[in-house]
Structure formats: structure tokens, C-alpha cells
């Protein structure tokens, strides 16, 4: 079949490889130059199987009161009168019940497990660089009742098949020395052997350069405006670029991977996933003292921050501010970030030469991403990945592929139809 693919973030590249490896005829349209420089640019880093526990927990609503009023709250609520915002939002609290957070932590560790399997095949496969590291994920603790808190939701996954071993502060300094010098604050962890890290904007262009080699076109600098239907189907996607104006591409079958944008063009066509942009923010710093920066990827949960060795860079990316579709970066929260790095590793980088970037995660009040058919026949949709896009990029896009082939997926998709 012809099948069109909106968008080129890391989910829309991997769609398009496992679509091209099906045997389609694949194009992707996107509204930049180049694949991967929006949400995909700038992440976190993080291949994080061991991060399944959605933001929408038992635990959520306590901790947003408790940031309320704080600029530099990891978490950060700017009420709107913006109807979808405030639709996600109660959607959100019904999505933070012990037995909705249950649920949907197995239906995340599902997708990320197959996923990172799909990721290292791919990799063997293609031989592609990354600036990718095995060297698991440590999640790290400076308050006692966080980590109590944690230490449940380790239980949990455990269950599910993704083991969180508990570890003392000695035990986390022996894996990642470069925490030595927080060692005081530190009350206890946990250590994900199986997890892994890399640049997703590099895999992303790189993957797409795979893509272009197995035949797959590329339509870059487009705007599209519109999803045109009719007698149930999609019969085309209008396009204009500045190069040939306006026009209209057909194929047999269309998918959406635009992110937290996927929403604006799905609406006049009566489809409205709960997809609501969240502005997450980063750092990258170049690397000073090599033995004083980590190696090993960390998690801070209670500041809701990642960290990732990529090369002699590191980047440090989280926090969540919903706020509409503004992409603008604030300064407070970078200065919150910046202050959390220098306290834990003093040494690690060149502060004054990092540099800030911010980027709209596309969530779902669930965390589960929507992948799969529509109600038009041949429209598909694989989108709202929120904070784990990396995570579940490969495993995502092979999954959508099989479904647009007509083929019984290794992964039940029901967890993340449309129509859920």
C-alpha cells in the first residue's frame, strides 16, 4: 500500500521503518527541515522501561497541591480557560484511582518491554550510533517519604515483569561514583539493569537516514491543513509549502504521529483524543570533569528530573508545565534545574555554557499513548507517547505496522486504541 506518514519525530521515523520493512510504499510529511527537531530535539535521553509509573498515581493530587504557587514546581498546572485543558485535567484525577494506576502501569510496561527488545533488533540490525549506553538506570532519593512512596510502585512493576532492585546510598555510589558527593542527602534507590539511554534526535535523523536508503520519500518544510474524508475513509491530506503552493496527497492508508499537534487536525474530522500539550524543559552541558559527571543514567523522582550521559554532554531534562501550545522557555525553571545539577555534581559540566531548550510532550491523562485504527478506515494513529516517546518509539511503530498490514500484532493493542 501507499501510506502517508504525518510527521517526523522519533514515533513518525520509527512508524515509517517498520511500515518500509512491511513492504509499503511510505512517505513522511513534516513541517521542518529536517526530521526530529521538535518534541524528539532535546529529551531526556532515556530508554526507561523502569519509569512506567504514569503521572496520573494515587499520589499526584497531593503532590500538585503541595507545589501550588511555585514557579519551579516539578509539576505545574497554568489554569486557562481552555476547555481541553480542563477535559484532560478531570480526566487526570479519574486516571490517578489506585485501580486505573494499576492498570495502566502493565499496559506502559507491556509497550516499553517489547519496545526496547524492538530497539536492540533494529540496532543490530542497522548498526546505528547514538550515543547509546547500557548501562541501566538508577533511581535516586534525598527525602524518606519519596522513597517509601517509590518502594511501592517497585513492588507493582515488579509484578509486571521490570525489576527495580532496591539499593542502599553506598550501594547507588558504587554504580554511579559521581553521586559520591551527594552521598549525605541520599536515603536510597533503586537500579533498573536492563535500561539504557542515547540521543533521540540522533537516532531519529539517523533512522531516517536508514529510511531514505530502504526507499522511503520525504516531504519536509510542508504545512498540512487539513485531513480530507469521505464516504467514511480519508481521500487525501491538504498540503502547502513555498515551493509548489497548495496541493493534495493520496495514499491507501494515513497516519498521524504529529505529537501533541496530532489533536488539531483529528478534530474537524470528529475524532478528539484526550492529547493536551505538556512543556517539558532540558539542559545540555558540556562535560568538564569526566569522572564527575555520571555515566550511569539517573532518575530524581522527587525533583522529576532525568539525567543522561550523551558522549562528553549531559542532559538533564523533566518537570511538566500545562500551558496550552505556549513554547516559550522560563527562566525559573531552567535556574530550578540548573541549581539541581550543581548541587549534585558541583564538577560535572561547564554550567555557563549549557544550553536550554523546551519542548510540548504530547500526553494523555493516562500516560498510555493512542496507536492504532480510527473511526475512518484508513486513518491510524500513533501519538501521544507524553514523557516516554523514546521509551516507546520502536516498539510503537512496529505495532502500528502490523495493524495498518492487516497483521495480529506480538502486543495486544487494545490497551491503546483510539476507542478505548
Known amino acids: 500500500m501507499k501510506v502517508i506518514v504525518l510527521g517526523a519525530g522519533v514515533v513518525g521515523i520509527a512508524s515509517a521503518w517498520y511500515l518500509r520493512q512491511a513492504g509499503h510504499e511510505v512517505t513522511v510529511v513534516d513541517r521542518q527541515f529536517a526530521p526530529g527537531l521538535e518534541t524528539s530535539f532535546a529529551n531526556g535521553g532515556q530508554i526507561s522501561v523502569s519509569h512506567a509509573e504514569p503521572w496520573a498515581n494515587p499520589h499526584a493530587i497531593a503532590q500538585i497541591l503541595r507545589w501550588l504557587g511555585r514557579e519551579d514546581a516539578p509539576l505545574l498546572f497554568r489554569l486557562r480557560a481552555d476547555t481541553a485543558q480542563w477535559r484532560w485535567g478531570a480526566r487526570f484525577l479519574i486516571e490517578c484511582l489506585p485501580w486505573r494506576t494499576r492498570r495502566n502501569i502493565a499496559a506502559i510496561l507491556r509497550l516499553a518491554l517489547y519496545s526496547r527488545t524492538a530497539l536492540k533488533a533494529l540496532r543490530g540490525d542497522t548498526g546505528i550510533e547514538y550515543d547509546h549506553a547500557e548501562r541501566g538506570i538508577l533511581h535516586f532519593y534525598t527525602e524518606p517519604a519519596q522513597f517509601e512512596l517509590a518502594q511501592s510502585a517497585v513492588r507493582v512493576m515488579a509484578e509486571f515483569g521490570c525489576q527495580r532492585l532496591l539499593k542502599t546510598p553506598q550501594e547507588l555510589v558504587a554504580i554511579e561514583p559521581a553521586l559520591g558527593h551527594a552521598l549525605s542527602r541520599i536515603v536510597g534507590g533503586d537500579y533498573a539493569a536492563e535500561d539504557e539511554s542515547g540521543d533521540a534526535c540522533a ?15 520525504f516531504r519536509t518544510n510542508v504545512t498540512v ?7 467514511g475513509a480519508v481521500s487525501g491530506v491538504q498540503i502547502a509549502d513555498a515551493v509548489h503552493g497548495s496541493s493534495t496527497l493520496t495514499a491507501d492508508a494515513y497516519v498521524v504521529a504529529l505529537g501533541s499537534h496530532s489533536p488539531k487536525l483529528l478534530r474537524p474530522l470528529g475524532l478528539n483524543p484526550l492529547i493536551y500539550p505538556v512543556k517539558g524543559y532540558s539542559l545540555t552541558i558540556p562535560v568538564a570533569d569526566s569522572d564527575a559527571a555520571p555515566h550511569v543514567s539517573l532518575t530524581d523522582d522527587e525533583h522529576k528530573l532525568v ?8 542532559r538533564v531534562a523533566g518537570t511538566a508545565e500545562l500551558n496550552g501550545y505556549n513554547n516559550s522557555l522560563n527562566a525559573a525553571r531552567c535556574a530550578a534545574i540548573l541549581k539541581r545539577v550543581e548541587d549534585l555534581f ?15 510532550r504530547p500526553a494523555t491523562p493516562s500516560n498510555l499513548p493512542c496507536i492504532g485504527a480510527t473511526l475512518y478506515r484508513n486513518l491510524f494513529l500513533n501519538c501521544g507517547h507524553g514523557t516516554l516517546g523514546w521509551t516507546l518509539a520502536c516498539g510503537s511503530g512496529r505495532l502500528l505496522a502490523d495493524l495498518v498490514s492487516g497483521r495480529a500484532p506480538d502486543v495486544d493493542p487494545a490497551a491503546y486504541a483510539f476507542t478505548r
Open 203 to 217: 537516532f531519529t535523523q539517523r533512522l531516517a537516514a536508514h529510511c531514505v536508503e530502504a526507499g522511503v520519500a
Open 225 to 231: 491543513n487539513a485531513i480530507e474524508s469521505a464516504g
Open 307 to 314: 539525567f543522561s550521559r550523551l558522549g562528553q554532554r549531559l
Open 346 to 360: 558541583p564538577r560535572a559540566g561547564d554550567f555557563r555554557g549549557a544550553t536550554r531548550w523546551c519542548g510540548l
